[in-house]
């Protein structure tokens, strides 16, 4: 079956379901933007479907790369917690060649749609190199499928110098992607940062998986996967985990109740939250406090699930004082809700995070290979027995993260006292 035969979306629709801006497919708008429903633009007013979502992942810690199937294993035994209207994965190190370019890989309604982000790029950065991302019929896939594309760039130092409100190279790829989502017609950015890319859609994990030939055509030392789509929104393209911006990736199972306080805060700092959905929040929580704020990662994670005060009363006076300040600082960046969430990010060091909530109303299972150079999270325990010789399977405690680094390991359990061997002072 021709691609551009499935495009046209008269050929074949996802869903015979209508919201108020129309059938999937079809073109609408959402707040002056155009686009094609359920591909570029969520298909608003659909019913929404409520159920369980799968999350796996690994990392390589001795930088060794490998293509996606194995995450791809693990992410389709747990076939029970998918419905087939959204699944993803997330790949880093898969572009040696270009490490040091940012790669924007989108999702587009048409060559209309590419060529208007191709002419935003010329006016705002150096395109490297452009190319459209391999994809192949699956039988079984439903359409439209849009057409998709990445751009790899280097940000020339005197734009951010002539940008007032710019201090880095990445705030400048954030604005770029902002502006791409809210404003430009059929186009929506997948993911943005370097040595890495996000490969979702509308589909079950193994169809989205064999629509990017993931198990053979990219190899990477860190694989993320997700299936399902973002809870209480309906399935389209762009709705599907893991939700990126930058280097930072996230898949998400659960329901932020706190979605409304996180969204003004993250907006506070500039973010544009155009995908209707709570996992995009978080994503940008996670961009926030690491890169602009230059919170460590294991502190970061306090302030998104922090402490009870009950908990913090008990601490020693120094820890206490810590951790009090974290929640007064955070406090409209503190995550409500049952949540486990797996994380992928490129820098200042290659890392896997994996945590939950504070009562871990959703599950999360960690493990670490024979030879321990490889770190697995998944949902259930099944998808890393079915990959992985595992040396130790472990349930990290509540609200404290299991953090895996390139080159050094495993670097935090979920097990241990977060105060427990760091010295941490506030400086006002």
């Not at 959703?362 to 040396?391: L, Q």
Request: proline residues 5%; hydrophobic residues 35%.
């Amino acid at each position: 079956m021709d691609l551009d035969e499935i495009r046209d979306p008269k050929s074949r629709l996802s869903h015979s379901e209508f919201g108020r801006l129309g059938r999937i497919g079809s073109m609408g708008e959402v707040n002056g933007k155009w686009g094609k429903i359920g591909v570029t633009l969520p298909p608003n007013g659909f019913t929404k479907d409520i159920e369980a979502c799968g999350i796996a992942g690994l990392i390589n810690t001795n930088g060794k790369t490998e293509n996606g199937k194995r995450v791809i294993d693990m992410i389709t035994t747990m076939t029970d917690r998918e419905n087939g209207l959204g699944a993803g994965y997330a790949c880093y190190g898969l572009f040696p060649d270009l490490a040091d370019s940012f790669c924007i890989q989108l999702l587009l309604d048409d060559e209309e749609a590419k060529e208007n982000v191709e002419e935003f790029f010329k006016r705002k950065a150096n395109i490297v190199k452009d190319e459209e991302v391999f994809k192949k019929p699956v039988r079984g896939m439903k359409g439209p499928y849009p057409l998709i594309w990445r751009f790899f760039l280097d940000v020339p130092e005197e734009v951010i110098s002539a940008s007032p409100h710019i201090e880095s190279e990445d705030d400048y790829i954030v604005d770029c992607v902002m502006n791409i989502n809210e404003k430009i017609n059929g186009a929506f950015c997948m993911s943005s940062g370097k040595n890495m890319a996000v490969f979702k859609g509308n589909g079950w994990s193994h169809e989205i998986a064999e629509f990017y030939d993931l198990a053979e055509r990219y190899n990477g030392y860190m694989w993320l996967a997700h299936s399902r789509f973002p809870t209480n929104t309906p399935g389209w393209w762009g709705g599907a985990h893991p939700f990126n911006i930058l280097d930072w990736s996230l898949c998400h199972n659960g329901e932020i109740t706190s979605y409304g306080t996180n969204k003004r805060y993250v907006e506070m700092w500039g973010y544009k939250c155009t995908l209707l959905t709570d996992s995009e929040v978080v994503t940008y929580l996670w961009d926030l406090l690491c890169r602009r704020h230059g919170l460590p990662k294991l502190i970061a994670t306090m302030a998104l699930a922090p402490r009870y005060f009950d908990d913090i009363a008990l601490l020693p006076e120094d820890q206490k004082k810590i951790a009090t300040e974290l929640r007064m600082t955070y406090g409209r960046a503190m995550v409500n809700g049952p949540f486990s969430i797996l994380v992928g990010t490129n820098r200042p060091n290659p890392s896997m995070i994996a945590l939950t909530d504070r009562k871990k109303l959703r599950p999360m299972i960690a493990a670490i290979s024979e030879d321990e150079n490889t770190v697995y999270a998944s949902s259930e325990e099944c998808a890393i027995r079915r990959v992985g010789d595992a040396k130790e399977v472990w349930a990290p405690v509540t609200g404290n993260p299991v953090i895996a680094q390139l080159y050094r390991g495993l670097v935090w359990r979920g097990t241990e006292k977060q105060f427990e061997g760091k010295k941490i002072k506030l400086e006002v």
